[in-house]
């Protein structure tokens, strides 16, 4: 087996230490083995990690499993599960340093530290794991349309300028008002979208759509506590056009983990959108802008490394 391991930098900002020792761990783990075949390597950005994995993948001997670790948060996890989709033999393990580590909390709260130790993941079995397919791309956890996504596209804009000077003062305040502009912009809250689920018609104006495969997102919300990455369906969540204050209230409700009465929930294969404007769109880390996109379950695409036995909790 040939060991992959990709390493995102700047989850360990001003942690150098912390990174160096993780380095050295993983290289005095494999100095113990007979016939030690890793490689290290760093992504400098986004969907750098791509060009690697597939460097370094065409360098194992034919049907040799290649493991891929992503090291990092959910940017780097979403990189690397787009670098190993197309490729034969590949496994992906996840080692959760990142602020937002969403996808391997389905294996049970509290396990994450045990994803950290090299050797558990190097020896771990693995889970068949159902993907979206995005386009091009595929997602893990899950798919936003709406405003939700409008809203942490404008911040992300925002955070960029932050990094070019703005207080972080002026950052809150931004936020604010972004916050606010989108709740009373009806070409968001209320959007018509074309709509097909699974053969069957749900077309109309909805705030936001969410697209779901694992039941978490974000650093402690919950998407569906009972979506699961292994049922070979994806969950779908219509929040129905409603004015700008009941709109918000349903949307903190559902982060709250209950379904408000202008929510339409559906189990499905493929979704398709279409809209005659631009779509905001999120899958997973990154945003996209669209005027049609589908969304497909591709069950059992990727093997997930699971340590101590562990499987994903229902």
């Not at 020896?123 to 709406?146: H, K, P, Y």
């Not at 709109?247 to 279409?274: D, H, P, W």
């Not at 631009?278 to 997930?304: N, Q, Y």
Request: with cysteine.
């Amino acid at each position: 087996m040939k060991h992959v391991f990709v390493v995102d930098p700047k989850v360990f900002t001003n942690q150098q230490w912390k990174m160096d020792g993780l380095v050295d761990s993983i290289g005095q783990y494999f100095r113990t083995q007979e016939k030690p075949d890793f490689s290290i390597m760093f992504s400098h950005y986004p969907r750098d990690a791509i060009g690697l994995i597939h460097k370094h993948a065409s360098q194992a001997e034919p049907f040799e499993t290649v493991r891929v670790y992503a090291i990092g948060g959910d940017n780097i996890l979403f990189d690397c599960l787009n670098g190993i989709v197309e490729l034969p033999s590949t496994e992906l393990a996840i080692a959760p340093y990142g602020n937002t580590n969403s996808f391997i909390r389905v294996f049970g709260e509290g396990k994450a530290e045990l994803f950290k130790n090299i050797g558990s993941l190097v020896e771990g079995d693995i889970v068949s794991t159902d993907i979206i397919e995005v386009g091009n791309n595929c997602a893990i956890n899950g798919c936003s349309i709406g405003s939700n996504s409008a809203k942490a596209m404008k911040k992300t804009e925002i955070r960029e300028k932050m990094d070019q000077g703005i207080s972080r003062f002026f950052m809150g305040f931004w936020f604010f008002v972004n916050n606010i502009s989108i709740m009373f912009d009806k070409e968001i809250i209320a959007h018509h979208y074309h709509i097909t689920i699974d053969d069957a018609d749900y077309s109309g104006n909805y705030s936001q759509i969410l697209v779901i495969n694992s039941p978490y997102f974000g650093r402690n919300k919950t998407a569906l506590k009972e979506a699961m990455p292994d049922d070979g369906l994806l969950d779908v969540i219509l929040f129905k056009s409603a004015g700008p204050f009941k709109t918000s209230r349903s949307i903190k409700r559902y982060f709250r983990g209950k379904m408000s009465s202008n929510c339409v929930r559906i189990q499905a294969k493929k979704i398709e959108l279409k809209s005659d404007t631009p779509m905001w769109i999120k899958t997973d880390s990154e945003f996209l802008r669209d005027t049609s996109m589908t969304f497909k379950v591709v069950p059992g695409a990727v093997r997930v490394v699971a340590v101590d036995n562990l499987t994903y909790q229902g």
